[in-house]
Nanobody, 120 residues
Framework: QVQLVESGGGLVQPGGSLRLSCAAS????????MGWYRQAPGKQRELVAA???????NYADSVKGRFTISRDNAKNTAYLQMNSLKPEDTAVYYC??????????????WGQGTLVTVSS
């Protein structure tokens, strides 16, 4: 079983910054991709950013230039640095991990979500 522990959400004023962390633990053989998704009230969950084990990144157009995803492969941890936050960034942010579990089955795990609120 794989556990994802997210942290770093909270309330921030427009223009401010937050850093989210996602630590994966448990029965993991390898992790290919770590990503962050978000879901605002009344909207579908959307990809914010993702990073492969090799360091390739992918961002939603709405966050390019403001958010940066990174990872520490040794710690199975991903980070999302969010700068110049806007009210429209308000959402529950979910961590996602894809790879191979210790059982050699495919791994696709989700965190419990962390709330980011951007408001004055």
């Amino acid at each position: 079983q794989v556990q994802l522990v997210e942290s770093g959400g909270g309330l921030v004023q427009p223009g401010g910054s937050l850093r989210l962390s996602c630590a994966a633990s448990g029965s993991i053989f390898s992790i290919y991709t770590m990503g962050w998704y978000r879901q605002a009230p009344g909207k579908q969950r959307e990809l914010v950013a993702a990073i492969t084990s090799g360091g390739s990144t992918n961002y939603a157009d709405s966050v390019k230039g403001r958010f940066t995803i990174s990872r520490d492969n040794a710690k199975n941890t991903a980070y999302l640095q969010m700068n110049s936050l806007k009210p429209e960034d308000t959402a529950v942010y979910y961590c996602n991990v894809r790879g191979v579990a210790g059982t050699r089955n495919s791994l696709d795990a989700w965190g419990q979500g962390t709330l980011v609120t951007v408001s004055s």
